[in-house]
């Protein structure tokens, strides 16, 4: 038995033509044209690449958006103060700090000064509040997309069992909070794995959907699966690839050749986890336009 790939790439596309209706929708009826503004500090090409990516989903959704390059030794101050404007300007409707922050400026003071009805990542402390008691917020993207890719693939999590690598406020808290709910689309049996687990094969051969968010290249074999189970790679690793024209390739968390043979359905890296979440921010940023969370 080979599994079924999980394809994030057509999923997002599927969700991005949804929004991209809706926002045509809330522009003619309510003239309302939903705002992004991004915050990119520094020059981490990772973190350049990714606002970019976001940005160009922005343009293809009809969104306004901004994006203000700040230099690595910007002051905390005058980052808050960006963000303060942001938030009292009434075209913006999300505001993005893409992280990480150079070490001199303060990452939760930052997150908080954002006002939490703008806060398309979903890292504000009181969007991760109501996330964990149930209540209407912004999910954090990544999060979000893994449950659209577990609902849109036909692997409704209700009554299965969960294990989910990983611990960091990104992803595993967050994912564990949300197939945790007694809600729809929801209400798992979860499990957490992390740093501090002995042998997390033990738990992981238990899953019957298993999400690897670990950020380390290929660490979950096929060995550590239970036959039949839903896998979920959330890991983007460089791996060195002297065949590659870049001299790398990227890889998951999951070693994908010896885990498909095993798995039902797998999530490819690149091409799973990644598109769900920048489809997540758009879709965060139209419901932030629409008012539908925080009316
Ligand atoms: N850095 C890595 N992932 C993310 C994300 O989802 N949002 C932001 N703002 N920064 C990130």
């Known amino acids: 038995m080979s599994a079924i ?17 809706e ?11 939903p705002g992004l503004a991004f915050i990119l500090v520094g020059e981490n090409p990772a973190s350049q ?24 030794d910007i002051s905390e101050e005058k980052v808050l103060q960006l963000i303060n404007q942001f938030n009292h300007d009434p075209k913006i409707h999300g505001i993005l700090v893409q ?6 400026i303060n990452e939760e003071k930052i997150i908080a000064a954002i006002d939490y009805r703008k806060d398309v990542d979903g890292f504000h402390p009181i969007n991760l509040g109501r996330l964990m008691i149930g209540l209407p917020c912004f999910k954090p993207c990544t999060p979000a997309g893994i449950q659209e ?42 499990t957490i794995a992390h740093t501090g ?3 997390i094969s033990i738990f992981t051969k238990q899953a019957d959907i298993l999400i690897a968010a670990i950020g380390k290249a290929e660490s979950i074999t096929g060995d550590m699966v239970k036959r039949g189970a ?14 590659a024209k870049s001299g790398y390739r990227i890889v998951g968390d999951v070693n994908f050749e010896s ?31 629409r008012n539908i969370i925080y009316s």
């Not at 790939?5 to 209706?21: A, F, H, T, V």
């Not at 992280?99 to 001199?104: M, Y």
């Not at 885990?259 to 979440?277: D, E, H, Q, W």
Request: charged residues 25%; hydrophobic residues 45%.
């Open 149 to 190: 890719l577990l609902l849109r693939s036909g692997n409704d999590p209700a009554g299965k069992h969960v294990v989910v690598v990983g611990r960091s406020n990104i992803v595993g808290k967050p994912i564990a909070n949300i197939l945790l709910q007694k809600q729809i689309g929801a209400n798992a049996i979860v």
């Open 99 to 104: 992280l990480p922050l150079p070490i001199h």
């Open 49 to 72: 690449s990714y606002v970019k990516m976001k940005g160009k989903g922005c343009d293809e959704m009809g969104f306004y958006s901004i994006t203000e390059k700040l230099p690595v």
């Open 259 to 289: 885990a498909f043979k095993i798995a039902s359905a797998i999530t490819p890296v690149p091409g799973g986890v990644g598109p769900m979440t920048i489809a997540m921010v758009l879709k965060n940023t139209f419901l932030g336009a």
């Open 230 to 243: 839903v896998i979920i790679d959330v890991g983007i690793n460089k791996v060195e690839d002297i065949s």
């Open 23 to 33: 926002t045509e929708k809330l522009k003619v009826e309510r003239g309302i044209t």
């Open 197 to 199: 687990t002995k042998d």
């Open 5 to 21: 790939i999980i394809d994030g790439k057509k999923i997002s596309e599927d969700i991005k033509r949804e929004i991209k209706l």
